[in-house]
């Protein structure tokens, strides 16, 4: 256990992973989704941790990343709305730097029939109603529990939010039956 203390303290972010010193630019396309298929079923922080360099600071090699990212999570959607929502051809921001990719079963869980998936950029939040949401398209959604899962304003969203909600900024509502 101590050594992987001593390791995470000599890398920039804790982690005991290291970036490749090869350039992203410097491989072949196959080496490079080879190491891409190795990161990804590692799993937990390697696709960020043991990522290029380059992809934090460079537009395309952070297109890279991302289309790679993007083909393997539409991959397990079944949903084409929700696919297109949720990991978009065009990427709504560079990649890991506001919504981090590390999760289990994320995707499958919202890509199951009894969950609805709203694109609050088409279609705002109206108001929450005494039973659930009314969205900007007027149709009044019910709902038992409501999680507001927005990671593109945690400090100015977390701090409104906490207003709105009557004890704890767990962004979660439940409205009685």
């Known amino acids: 256990m101590e050594s992987l203390f001593k390791e995470g303290r000599k890398s920039v972010g804790g982690y005991h992973r290291y970036a490749p010193e090869t350039s992203i630019y410097g491989l ?39 289309d790679f990212w993007a083909k393997k999570t539409r991959a397990r959607l079944s949903d084409a709305k929700k696919r297109d929502i949720l990991a978009p051809i065009e990427p709504p921001y560079l990649i890991l730097t506001k919504r981090c990719p590390l999760e289990q079963d994320y995707y499958e869980m919202l ?5 609805e998936l709203i694109d609050l950029n088409a279609t705002p939040i109206k ?46 509502l439940e409205f009685p039956r």
């Open 127 to 172: 108001t929450f109603t005494q039973t659930g949401i009314r969205p900007s398209d007027d149709q009044e959604r019910e709902h038992d529990y409501v999680v507001l899962a927005s990671a593109s304003k945690v400090l100015p969203a977390r701090k409104s939010a906490c207003s709105l909600l009557p004890s704890r900024a767990d962004f979660l």
């Open 111 to 115: 890509d199951r029939d009894n969950v």
């Open 28 to 66: 072949f396309d196959k080496q490079r989704e080879d190491h891409y298929d190795h990161l990804w079923k590692a799993g937990s922080f390697s696709f960020g941790a043991q990522n290029y360099k380059e992809i934090l600071l460079d537009v395309k090699a952070n297109r890279m990343a991302y």
